[in-house]
């Protein structure tokens, strides 16, 4: 039986992109073929790496206003 929930859950751009330029990188096809190989992996681990900032850049924010609030708290 057929499920028809949607959920195609294959190969998403990135993962073909990546495998492209890691290719690209290995048969020394220019310009990949200079890049660095953390520029190479980058579509595989990026976007980890943009929503770690992005979790940090709001902690931050979030701390900040906290302790902008206690403070205010403590004047009044």
């Known amino acids: 039986m057929r ?3 949607g959920g195609g859950g294959g190969v998403g751009i990135l993962g073909i992109l990546g495998t492209v ?3 690209a990188k290995i048969f020394g096809w220019e310009p990949v073929a200079s ?3 953390w520029w ?5 681990w990026g976007g980890i790496a943009v929503l770690l900032v992005v979790l ?3 902690g931050l924010l979030s ?3 906290d302790r902008r609030s206690a403070r ?3 004047r009044s």
């Open 3 to 5: 499920s028809n929930d």
């Open 21 to 23: 330029f890691v290719c």
């Open 35 to 37: 890049w660095s190989w």
């Open 40 to 44: 190479v992996t980058a579509p595989f």
């Open 56 to 58: 940090a850049a709001l």
């Open 63 to 65: 701390y900040a206003v």
């Open 72 to 74: 205010r708290g403590r």
